[in-house]
């Protein structure tokens, strides 16, 4: 079965990085795209941005340009996605999800989650 | 416009139908998809292409589209149906979530 998993919560001050993975199984990896999707505490669901998992390019969300860098290993089938400049704006649970193109490029599986808190 | 608009909230008793709208430019050239969200989890999607329902996902879930308009329906609503409901779509090369509709089971 095709199954997302991601790695463990993280803490980080102000002004630091964080680097979140994504590893997939189940499924042909570079098949698909995987998006980034944050949800802030209460809120709602925020589009990060998109990478081939075959050719590599990316396509950001216009909030985050210049901060976000989304990158994949094909030989390990895991996708990353690095935030710099973390501010506490930034605090969410971080959300890696497999782009379907036959289903209209919606996004039929997710991962579990990753909750990034961002304090001093 | 780059905006999905949705009702913030929608109750409905048991057995009930509910009917969750979701607004916007994009609608009308793009297709739409549904995520159904409860506490604590991950997204799961319920709806895609409109009208798609993906397997696993009961039949009493369904989807419409008119115009810049799109319109996830619940019938007969069960108490495990309540959760917040998000709907998605694109405008150009950007990736566009409404703001989620609470779904409350009385």
């Known amino acids: 079965q095709v199954l997302l998993v991601q790695s463990g919560a993280e803490v980080k001050r102000p002004g630091a990085s964080v680097k979140v993975s994504c590893k997939a199984s189940g499924y042909n990896f570079t098949s698909n795209g995987i998006s980034w999707v944050r949800q802030a505490p209460g809120q709602g669901l925020e589009w990060m941005g998109w990478i081939n998992a075959y050719k590599g390019n990316t396509n950001y969300g216009r909030n985050l340009q210049g901060r976000v860098t989304m990158t994949t290993d094909t030989s390990t089938s895991t996708a990353y996605m690095e935030l710099r400049s973390l501010r506490s704006d930034d605090t969410a649970v971080y959300y890696c999800?497999?782009?379907?193109?036959?289903?209209?490029?919606?996004?039929?599986?997710w991962g579990q989650g990753t909750l990034v808190t961002v304090s001093s | 416009s780059s905006e999905l608009t949705q009702p913030p909230s929608v109750s409905v008793s048991p057995g009930q139908t509910a009917t969750i709208t979701c607004s916007g430019d994009a609608l009308s050239k793009i297709y739409s998809s549904w995520y159904q969200q409860k506490p604590g989890q991950a997204p799961l999607l319920v709806m895609y292409?409109?009208?798609e329902r993906p397997s696993g996902i009961p039949e009493r879930f369904s989807g419409s589209s008119s115009g810049t308009t799109v319109t996830l329906t619940i019938s007969g609503v069960q108490a495990e149906d309540e959760a917040d409901y998000y709907c998605?779509?694109?405008?150009?090369?950007?990736?566009?979530f409404g703001g989620g509709t609470k779904l409350t089971v009385l």
């Open positions: 292409k409109d009208t």
């Open positions: 999800a497999r782009l379907t193109p036959v289903a209209g490029d919606a996004f039929d599986y």
């Open positions: 998605q779509s694109a405008d150009t090369k950007y990736v566009i």
